[in-house]
């Protein structure tokens, strides 16, 4: 019998009452490994109450043995690292080595989430008036809510649920059906870390799941990471409902290189940083734009491009893997099919590709366009593929005028040895988070995550500071002690005396 993914509630796996039952497929040969359930409207609400009901407990626990819990948690996810990865190679796809990339990235914001004490911190002034002091708390908001996308299933998730249950709420996690069975194991070690029943809800489903969590009147804070028109659907609706967003979205990443930047430290970043994890990142860099005479590089780099092939998880000489599902596939084909289509020349075609041993994958090998133009639908769309588009200017004003024209802010990158062009670019460009000779600029946890314009609903950005600013209340307090029962009269003012 096909395993069927549970859920987890009250700090107990349990099996869903669900009739409707979706399969969860490898996608390099199409095999069903499991099948995972779409939540009932009944199982949402209890995952939400149970999560309600542990807030009251743990909101008055000590920031230091929150901490403690985000410790062990961070030492058992490093070391089940290899298995986490095993588990995500077989469910999306990636490479081992991209899989522990992916499982890495996330551990290091649970190590973040182990300084909550200092990061949670308020502010104080003495005597802001005569014996007057004014200082804040940061307080939680209570039940808070994850929903992730199918490309990160250890990262993601691990970027919302330790931040928020550090800052003392609660936390219902809403997984891509896609990709289960990491979010499952993520819970099942911070249960195993000793976390209190309720601290972590683990629900499934699709957007029937998604929309009851939107306006349930006890989830004030929704975190969300995935497309544009699901973003600003799920801005709209939460904010609609007076909570908290944070809505990750699409993404067109430039990368801008200049004649003065080192070949081959461009060709091998671009390569990688285009058709890595088969281009499904936010953080892919999709268009390259090469200045003045360093449009002389596209061959070369059309060659290193078609050195790489796709294959299985467990296959070292693989560059990626295959894309989620036959869907996704189609979608990157019939893109490639547009450019060709609207004039764009297709120096590297992988539409039509293959994996010995594997011929049901949903493989799509490198692809790179030139001669495309503004209007085309591969450069105004986030393909999510491993498709690269070259766009050519004069001047690294020219580069810059164009980037900012696009309605996305995600990430962008330049390869320079110029200082001054360097910094006529990160000052200029309007996107949130910029590479300097770095491919993809994802930054650290101590740092944000911070995608801008289209890219980006919302106030407050993941991880870092920003994080507990999002998953936290901000509470001021002005005080004043008498020190003799004497009144100097009333104050019929607002100012302080």
Not at 139 to 160: E, S
Not at 176 to 196: C, N, V, Y
Not at 310 to 335: H, S, T
Request: proline share 6%; with cysteine.
């Amino acid at each position: 019998m096909t395993h069927q993914v549970p859920m987890l509630i009250n700090g107990e796996m349990v099996q869903s009452q669900s009739t409707h039952w979706i399969p969860v497929t490898n996608p390099a040969t199409q095999d069903v490994i499991a099948q995972v359930p779409c939540a009932t409207p009944a199982e949402v609400d209890q995952a939400v109450s149970v999560a309600k009901a542990a807030f009251q407990t743990w909101k008055e626990v000590p920031v230091s043995e929150r901490a403690r819990l985000m410790l062990r948690y961070q030492a058992l996810l490093k070391e089940h690292h290899d298995e986490l990865a095993t588990i995500l190679s077989s469910e999306t796809g990636k490479t081992f080595e991209d899989a522990k990339g992916d499982v890495w990235r996330g551990i290091e914001v649970v190590e973040h989430a182990c300084n909550i004490a200092s990061l949670s911190m308020g502010e104080t002034v003495e005597n802001v008036a005569r014996k007057v002091d004014c200082y804040s708390y940061t307080q939680p908001l209570g039940v808070c809510v994850g929903i992730t996308p199918f490309n990160f299933p250890a990262m993601i998730p691990l970027w919302m649920f330790p931040m928020a249950i550090a800052c003392g709420n609660t936390f219902v996690l809403k997984p891509s059906e896609q990709d289960p069975l990491t979010p499952m194991r993520l819970a099942e070690l911070f249960q195993e870390a000793g976390a209190p029943a309720g601290l972590l809800q683990v629900i499934h489903g699709t957007k029937d799941v998604v929309n009851q969590l939107l306006v349930h009147p006890d989830t004030p804070a929704i975190s969300f990471v995935g497309s544009v028109a699901v973003g600003e659907h799920i801005y709209k609706t939460g904010t609609d409902h007076m909570k908290r967003v944070q809505a990750f979205a699409g993404a067109k990443n430039h990368m801008v290189i200049m004649p003065d930047a080192q070949k081959s430290h461009v060709i091998n970043n671009l390569v990688g940083a285009s058709v890595g994890a088969a281009g499904q990142r936010c953080m892919a860099i999709s268009v390259a734009v090469f200045v003045g005479e360093s449009r002389q590089w596209i061959p070369e780099l059309r060659d290193a491009l078609a050195k790489v092939r796709p294959g299985a998880w467990n296959d070292p000489e693989a560059g990626y893997g295959p894309l989620i599902n036959p869907q996704a596939k189609q979608r990157v084909l019939d893109f490639i099919q547009e450019g060709k289509d609207a004039g764009a020349e297709c120096l590297l075609d992988g539409s039509v590709c293959q994996v010995e041993g594997f011929p049901n994958g949903n493989w799509v090998g490198p692809t790179f366009f030139t001669q495309v133009t503004r209007d085309m639908s591969i450069y105004r769309e986030e393909i999510f593929g491993p498709v690269l588009i070259a766009l050519e200017v004069d001047t690294l004003e020219e580069a810059i005028a164009l980037i900012n024209e696009n309605p996305y802010g995600n990430g962008t990158s330049i390869f320079t040895a110029s200082g001054a062009a360097a910094r006529k670019y990160q000052h200029e460009i309007q996107v949130g988070q910029v590479g300097i000779n770095v491919p993809v600029p994802v930054p650290l946890p101590f740092f944000s995550f911070t995608g801008w314009r289209k890219s980006f609903y919302g106030d407050q950005h993941a991880y870092g500071k920003q994080a507990v600013r999002f998953y936290t209340e901000t509470k001021t307090v002005t005080a004043r002690w008498f020190e003799d029962d004497i009144a100097s009269g009333p104050n019929m003012t607002i100012q302080l005396k």
